[in-house]
């Protein structure tokens, strides 16, 4: 047997042992939305979490979505609501954040690879382009004088540093992301002369971590980095995005965030800033935090078979729709994430299995030798913390298998 990750706090089972998501029954959902798999994301628990957030962070700091996480137009709709800004990742993500009501003037674009028309639709919308490249900033900068437009540009910095402890690293040496922090003084006072809309720094050093007092550490460099850049150029940054990290626990051991002691931490970082960062806005940038566990993925189970001893679940979905989960979205080590049998929430394990997709790779596992209650053909296994990296960062069109379903309740 090989342990998984934690069930996320606040799911619990109907009288019958069924899983409710959102207060519907997982099995009802299924029906409801037709088919499985199918992606269910609780909004209540979106919105408890941005309270969570904002309980803990001070007030002066604001919230942006990155939307990578998850783009599902419901689901943007609706965190549109509750944030202050968005940051997306391509033209494409740009198209969905204006379509989402968020507007124009807090959506931010960072990515290396921005294309002519990315820029110019930026521009066009009235949106601020993150500069990951003194070329990039040649390229904006032209696009926008044929425009006729004055462009919302930030830059985003290469720190010297980087997140410790972070599942990916996005700062420190050599990286296609952001302008090396020496290079940007020079870069941000080209950008005032051409008379473009500086809106300051984007300085993102990590993601997945869980720990706090990491994260207060970057965040501590962060601020005192865009006070040093911000002294060279002598001006104040309008804003300072001070990127993200705070992960979520996906596997065995893995203890969540102490998102009030990144609060606190914060406070006490903002409060002795250089002066003159005075009047400068803050900003931190998240997405599986915000996301991840308001989403449950639901799969059937199609088959049951035993092979060399060992009893396998197939089910009708897989790494086409959750990737991250089969252990091969940047992971060194498989490990199990959180799984249960939504008919059988909460009952004691009787058996060990492993519950694999429908694909025919060995790489399609999704629990591998997890103890779970007994199950069998037709009933829901409920893969956790599937809102973040799950349907859109993986290949749905892998073997022909297409898209899973996805609802917002
Ligand atoms: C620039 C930027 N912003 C935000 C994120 C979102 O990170 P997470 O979902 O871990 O919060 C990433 C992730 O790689 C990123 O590169």
Not at 9 to 29: E, T, Y
Not at 71 to 95: I, N, R, T
Not at 276 to 283: N, P, Q
Not at 341 to 364: I, K, M, N, W
Request: charged share 20%.
């Amino acid at each position: 047997m090989k342990p998984h990750g934690p069930i996320p706090p606040g799911f619990r089972a109907d009288p019958d042992g069924m899983l409710l998501i959102g207060g519907d029954r997982a099995d009802a959902l299924a029906d409801m939305a037709g088919d499985t798999p199918l992606f269910v994301y609780d909004s209540a628990m979106l919105t408890t979490r941005v309270a969570e957030w904002r309980a803990a962070m001070p007030t002066e700091v604001q919230l942006h979505y990155a939307m990578k996480a998850n783009p599902y137009p419901p689901l943007l709709a609706f965190m549109a609501q509750l944030v202050d800004g968005f940051d997306v990742a391509s033209g494409g993500e740009l198209k969905a954040a204006l379509a989402s009501g968020m507007p124009a003037g807090d959506i931010s674009f960072a990515g290396p690879g921005k294309r002519d028309r990315e820029l110019e639709a930026t521009i066009t919308a009235g949106s601020t382009l993150n500069l990951e490249s003194a070329g990039e900033a040649d390229r904006a900068l032209s696009i926008a004088g044929h425009l006729g437009l004055t462009p919302s540009l930030a830059v985003r910095v290469n720190p010297d540093f980087d997140l410790k402890g972070s599942g990916m690293k996005m700062g420190g040496g050599a990286k296609p992301f952001g302008v090396d922090a020496a290079d940007v003084p020079s870069l941000v006072r080209r950008l005032l002369d051409a008379g473009a809309d500086w809106q300051g720094f984007h300085i993102f050093a990590g993601s997945q971590a869980l720990d706090a007092a990491a994260i207060a550490e970057t965040q501590a460099q962060t601020v005192a980095l865009a006070a040093q850049l911000a002294n060279k150029i002598g001006a104040t940054p309008p804003l300072v995005n001070l990127g993200g990290g705070m992960g979520v626990p996906y596997f065995p051991g893995d203890k969540p965030v102490d998102a009030a002691a990144v609060g606190n931490a914060l406070a006490a970082t903002l409060a002795t800033r250089d002066p003159i960062l005075a009047d400068s806005r803050f900003a931190m940038e998240l997405g599986r935090w915000l996301v991840a566990e308001a989403g449950v993925y639901l799969t059937r189970i199609v088959n049951r078979k035993t092979s060399h001893g060992e009893t396998f679940l197939v089910t009708d979905g897989g790494l086409h729709h959750q990737l991250a989960a089969s252990g091969n979205f940047g992971t060194v080590i498989r490990r199990n994430y959180p799984i249960a049998v939504a008919g059988r929430f909460g009952v004691d394990a009787e058996e060990t299995v492993s519950v694999v997709g429908c694909l025919c790779t060995p790489l399609d596992r999704l629990g591998d030798q997890v103890a779970l209650p007994r199950s069998d053909v037709g009933e829901l296994i409920a893969l956790f913390l599937a809102g973040a990296y799950g349907a859109s960062a993986s290949p749905a069109t892998f073997l022909g298998q297409g898209a899973a379903r996805e609802i917002l309740v």
